[in-house]
């Protein structure tokens, strides 16, 4: 009966109905690891509730203990982050890995990354490539935007415009908010980009509020550029800053 219930509650979530899930997740936290796990995202995201990363991580550990595979990834994100507990790159690395192991494809995509910036190991970007070679052929969209700028960039690939506008195209198809950024970047809209450019800004704005540095400065690039004077400023401001 319980499992009918949590399974209940779990599509109730996944369609953003969080008022009737999260009522659910917290009573079966104690005794299903599923309902920890999905009870750590509410808290983390603070879906229904107040926002606290110290009860996210609880749930999230709750959840690794009882081996559910999602909340190790989850956990290495804290960890990451700084979230809900002290911040230890290393920590975070040996959990995605973990995770890895899973065939979890955002933690391959993280393991990816510190290969990428040479986080706790060695930068390799060829490592880098190579893993997100392999979640491209699960048309992974973010995979195939990296590759594609990678070739765009000349950046650990010989540069080849052709490689990377069909590999940045092969992202858009699969869906990638940052391929369709990075055509916006480039002057070339796609199609399906039917965001205006108030709303790059705003975007942008929210990435800086969640300290999310990388995203913000690039949608704030491309308001700036497509002239809008709040965004000039803010740019501005943030490269005076350092």
């Given at each position: ?17 969080y ?8 009573k ?48 290495g994100?804290?960890?990451?982050e ?16 973990a995770?890895a ?23 390799s ?21 990296k ?28 869906g990638s ?12 809209k ?8 108030d ?35 803010k ?8």
């Amino acid at each position: 009966m319980a499992e009918i219930i949590l399974a209940e509650a779990i599509k109730n979530y996944q369609v953003k109905n969080y008022k009737d899930a999260f009522p659910v997740f917290k009573k079966l936290a104690k005794s299903q690891t599923e309902a920890a796990y999905y009870l750590g995202l509410m808290y983390y995201y603070g879906h229904y509730t107040n926002q606290d990363y110290s009860l996210a991580f609880k749930q999230f550990k709750k959840a690794w203990e009882g081996l559910y595979p999602d909340a190790i990834y989850m956990l290495g994100v804290c960890y990451e982050e700084g979230k809900g507990v002290e911040k230890n790159p290393s920590q975070a690395f040996e959990l995605y890995q973990a995770a890895a192991k899973n065939e979890s494809e955002l933690a391959i995509l993280k393991i990816a990354k510190f290969y990428e910036e040479g986080n706790v190991v060695a930068k390799s970007l060829k490592t880098a490539i190579e893993l997100y070679v392999k979640l491209s052929k699960t048309n992974n969209a973010y995979a195939m935007y990296k590759i594609g700028s990678f070739y765009l960039e000349g950046k650990g690939l010989k540069k080849s415009l052709e490689s990377a506008y069909m590999w940045l195209n092969k992202a858009l198809s699969a869906g990638s908010i940052e391929a369709m950024n990075y055509f916006r970047y480039l002057g070339s809209k796609s199609k399906t980009d039917i965001r205006s450019t108030d709303e790059i800004y705003l975007a942008g704005i929210s990435h800086f509020e969640k300290q999310e540095y990388e995203a913000a400065l690039l949608l704030l690039e491309i308001a700036a550029k497509e002239k809008h004077m709040d965004a000039i400023f803010k740019l501005s401001e943030a490269y005076l800053k350092g």
